[in-house]
Every structure is written in C-alpha cells, then in structure tokens.
C-alpha cells in the first residue's frame, strides 16, 4: 500500500434512467445495483467499494432525484438529498446533450445548495459524437460549477480509469473503511429481492412494475448439498396487476422466476431453488407502515 491512502464517500446522483447504477457496477467490477431503462429503479440507498493500493471509494448509489408523487416518492428523494449532504465528493450522472430539461434544473438546485466538490460525468458518450461531447460540456459548465469533468461510457466501461484517478485526486488522505476483498455492504437477501424486482422491471408493463416491492420470506442454504432454497413474494397493489404478473398459466411469474434464478446463481455461486408467489397490497406505496415493512427506512 502507498504512503498516502486516500477514502472517502461518494455520492452518486442524477435524474432517473441516466446510468448511474450501471456506472457503479461497471467501477467496482460487479453487479450490485439492479438496471432497467424505467424510471424508479434503485430505490434505497445502495453502498458499494472500490479499493486499490492508492485508495478506497464507498460509492452511494442514490435514487433518481425528481419530484415525489406518493409517500415511497418521498421517501426515495429524502434519501437521495440526505445522501448529498453526508459524503466528500458528489458525481453528477448526465447525458451527453445540450437540452437541460426540468429533471436537471430540479438537480441543479440540491446541489447548488450542498457544499460538497461536484464531479460532472457525461454518461453515455458511445451514442455521440466527439464534438456532441465537447457541447454538452461547455453547457454544464455555464450552470455549475464543478471540480472536474470527465465523460464516459458506463455501458463500454470507457475512460473509467480516468474516473477512478480524478475521484481519488479530490478525496482525503484516510483509512481503509472496509476490508479489501469487500464490494457491498448490501445483505444477500436485499440483493436477492432486487435481482427478482429487476426482472420485472424489465418484463412487465411499464406503469406495474413502479407499484411493486418484493420480499424475500425464506433463504437458507440446505446442509447435504450446495443448494440454496428461497421463498419470495411479489407486492403489487391491484388485483388486475396481479393477474399480469403471475400471466396466463403462470407464465409471466415462471418467465420472472427463471430470469432471476440465474442471475442468483450467477451471484451465490451455488444451485438456487426459487419459488416465487404475488400478494396484493393495496396502495401500499402511500402506507407509511407497509413502506417500512417492505424495507425503505429512512435510518
């Protein structure tokens, strides 16, 4: 290890669906956060880390910042401003273009009123030009002011190097917070359940999978082989959306179930016995008490 250890917390944000939890996979070299192309994709607060022989980085991938429409909305934009607040550095997540809609002006004004460094990273960079590149630079600039800027493709895993060296260059000398061989503080079972929420993320209608919560009822890993039996359920808040979930014979459900279960695999390193059933509860994300139930606490 160098003589001058850096660490520290940064802040992932960005309006929804602009790559920020497929940024955080691609830096620390794992799949954590789940991705889909809707809205409301991560919704708690998820801690992952990087570390080399220069410094440690615990990255903070935070919910889309946008207005709130019901109390899990709310919510998720608490833990995104509160997120801004506690960290070192903040890495602003945009596209590469020079159209600034509502979404990043909303941005723009939590972070004008934080005090920490800001990082812009221009996502995406794959889908354009390098002149389109250069314009959507000169535009950030005029609304911002940032301690560096750097464009990437966290689709193609470009220029990440050059992320991970401009991070740790704004960071504090400091200790090593988690041992080097960790990647997440994330419990298997959160994992799990959102590996199943990403699947219908991406196989269900657009407006069900935003009114769904999954919960994982049973984990546990069978003594006499490498196996590991879950039992899961999926929240939906209609009775019709239960209908579509579960599909005509089960198939959307079974189609959901298989998807994820290689996934698991993938991430257990062992045979997964999945079984999934739906429950309906109705406007559970206007519940304060089934939003704390299904695991979205503000502590």
Request: glycine share 6%.
């Amino acid at each position: 290890m160098k003589d001058t250890f850096k660490s520290g917390f940064v802040a992932i944000c960005g309006r929804p669906n602009v790559g920020k939890s497929t940024l955080m996979n691609r830096l620390i070299g794992q799949k954590i956060a789940i991705t889909s192309s809707k809205a409301q994709t991560t919704r708690n607060r998820i801690q992952t880390v990087y570390t080399s022989s220069e410094g440690q980085i615990i990255f903070l991938d935070t919910p889309g910042i946008n207005r709130a429409k019901n109390k899990l909305g709310e919510y998720m934009l608490n833990v995104a401003q509160q997120t801004l607040s506690e960290v070192d550095l903040i890495l602003w997540i945009v596209e590469p273009t020079t159209f600034i809609g509502a979404g990043e002006r909303y941005i723009i004004d939590a972070l004008s009123q934080t005090k920490t460094p800001v990082i812009l990273v221009i996502n995406k960079t794959d889908t354009v030009t390098e002149k389109e590149i250069l314009e959507a630079i000169d535009t950030y600039k005029g609304v911002l002011s940032f301690s560096d800027i750097v464009p990437v493709s966290a689709l193609k895993g470009r220029n990440q190097e050059e992320l991970i060296k401009t991070i740790l260059a704004r960071l504090p000398e400091g200790p090593m917070y988690y041992d080097e061989d960790t990647v997440t503080d994330q419990p298997e079972r959160s994992i799990v359940a959102e590996l199943i929420r990403e699947q219908a993320l991406r196989l269900l209608d657009k407006e069900i999978p935003h009114g769904i919560a999954v919960i994982i009822e049973h984990m546990k890993e069978r003594t006499d082989k490498p196996l590991i039996d879950i039992d899961a359920v999926i929240i939906c808040e209609r009775d019709s959306h239960k209908g579509i979930i579960i599909g005509k014979q089960g198939a959307m459900l079974k189609k959901i179930g298989s998807r994820s279960r290689i996934r698991m695999e993938q991430l257990l390193d062992c045979k997964v016995n999945l079984h999934l059933w739906v429950k309906v509860k109705k406007d559970w994300r206007d519940s304060d008490t089934l939003i704390r139930n299904f695991g979205y606490r503000n502590d």
